[in-house]
């Protein structure tokens, strides 16, 4: 009798854990389905209103009659060059710090709290880095709203991103490597120089692509530091003003005269924009898959 | 019973040596000589502190934040801890082979002549020379001469072992610690590189941490047996493995513990 008690009692709670397993994948598999869903909604979107524009003109000309024609050629340049200055200014400061970090600080209270610090940057909402770069690079050191002012704004912002990339990549260099040079009466600095960077650039690269793509659709830290609503000409040097894709869709959609009459060029914009970033993110992805595949460690 | 006294032509001397992780003593009071041109062998059980006293000997321990040396380790006479030596110094005339074969993700010809090139030495014939050279004494030319350029991670296990062995050798050291280097290694790999061994102490003052003691018996010389943290007996590796002066000793190479 109690035997067979027992195994109801077994049996219907095997069937309540079952529900609450079907239960909790549901839920997963619905989390999952709703970010795929707002993802493919937000790209399908952009496409269908912005297709419609792009053209070769619209990549290769300048705009016209107030925006409301032409093309957007001289965003792309200057988005370009603002991604470009970002990643030159970003990319040697950020792996000098990761190696300093990883390898040569002394880890304790201090490598904490610039590790805290550094975190925090990251976490820094991009308008404020836009008002502190107007403050520090266009105002008191003079540089004006140019290409300088906005990539080293940029820089900034995008630099938590690759000291967090290249600290990865260089501990996930075995140790066993470093062991193996400095046991061959080999220095640490040109251990870390022949052996440890080498092996972690790959991971290093990953993280400044993954970065190009932020700071390339960035809008708020270029609004006061480098971005123009329209310029003449294209920049002949790194103090000119220039326009970029983000700002450009900002101010089209909510500061020109011809909002509705400029709809479509900023869905075009939108879409070269989208299309960039995720074109810089997919060589990351390539880059990471090729390094996957050699690696034997 | 630790016989140092045995020890006639001494090219390391260990003196009253502590060691500390943090906290934790590893190594209690060793004072321990090592002869030249032979084979010593460190043995005892896991933790007993014999790969610690052999990292001790060309300053590998640095690398570990929080540790502490007491006491002096003399290299020739001069004492490595000294505040003057440079460890890389050190460390260049002081090879080592580890656990785990760890070549460098790069070519087999780029793998022996890293070390040498950080040195200095620049001259592509040169490299090829020193490179055919330490593979041969490696017992590796015959297998690798022809695919020099290809990447050492396609070797086997027991070829990369001596791969690093070969690497170790092309820095010319005088002494060349090996941390249990056949622990990773099938047997065949494993007797290879013990013949090797007996091969190389012509040269070369050779010091091996094995946990395996039919390995210390067939390849060393002299045997040094360690228990937590101490040098607990210390003698012709004959002496050892037939008539230890030590209980201890003889319960760890008999199998009574360990």
Known sequence: MISVKNRAQHSSSMKWRYIKQRLFFAVVTSAVALIILSLGGILSYVFINGIGVINWDFLTQHPRDSMTAGGIMPAIIGTFYLTLGAIMIALPLGVTSAIYLSEYAKQGALVRIIRIGINCLAGVPSIVFGLFGLALFVVFLRFGSSILSGSLTLGILILPTIIGASEEALKAVPQTFREASLALGVSKWQTILRVVLPNALPGILTGSILGIGRAAGETAPIMFTAAAFFTAKLPHSIFDEVMALPYHIYVLATAGTHIDQTRPIQYGTALVLLALVLGVDLIAIVIRGYVRRRKRW | ?258
Not at chain 2, 107 to 115: A, E, P
Not at chain 2, 119 to 130: C, P
Not at chain 2, 195 to 214: A, W
């Open chain 2, 1 to 258: 019973m630790i016989n140092n006294g045995i020890i006639n032509n001494k090219i390391i001397e260990v003196r009253d040596v502590h060691f500390y992780y943090g906290g934790f003593k590893a190594l209690t009071d060793v004072t321990m000589d090592f002869e030249k041109n032979k084979v010593t062998a460190l043995i005892g059980p896991s933790g007993c502190g014999k790969s610690t006293l052999l990292r001790l000997l060309n300053r590998m321990n640095d690398l570990i934040d929080g540790t502490r040396v007491e006491g002096r380790v003399l290299f020739e006479g001069e004492n490595i801890y000294d505040p003057h030596v440079d460890p890389v110094e050190v460390r260049r005339r002081i090879g080592m082979v580890f656990q785990k074969p760890n070549p460098f993700p790069k070519s087999i010809f780029s793998n022996i002549t890293y070390g040498p090139r950080l040195s200095g030495m620049t001259r592509r014939d040169e490299l090829g020379a020193l490179a055919e050279q330490s593979l041969r004494r490696a017992v590796l030319w015959d297998e690798v001469k022809d695919i020099l350029s290809q990447s050492a991670m396609m070797l086997s296990g027991g070829q990369q072992q001596r791969l690093c062995i070969a690497r170790a050798l092309a820095m010319k050291p005088d002494i060349l610690l090996m941390d249990e280097p056949t622990s990773a290694l099938d047997p065949i790999s494993t007797a290879k590189i013990e013949e090797l061994i007996e091969d190389l102490k012509k040269t070369y003052t050779i010091i091996i941490v094995t946990h395996n003691m039919q390995q210390a018996a067939r390849v060393s010389d002299y045997t040094g047996f360690f228990y937590i943290g101490k040098l607990i007996e210390y003698n012709a590796t004959e002496k050892i493995f037939t008539k230890p002066d030590v209980k201890q000793t003889e319960d760890y190479i008999t199998g009574r513990f360990g």
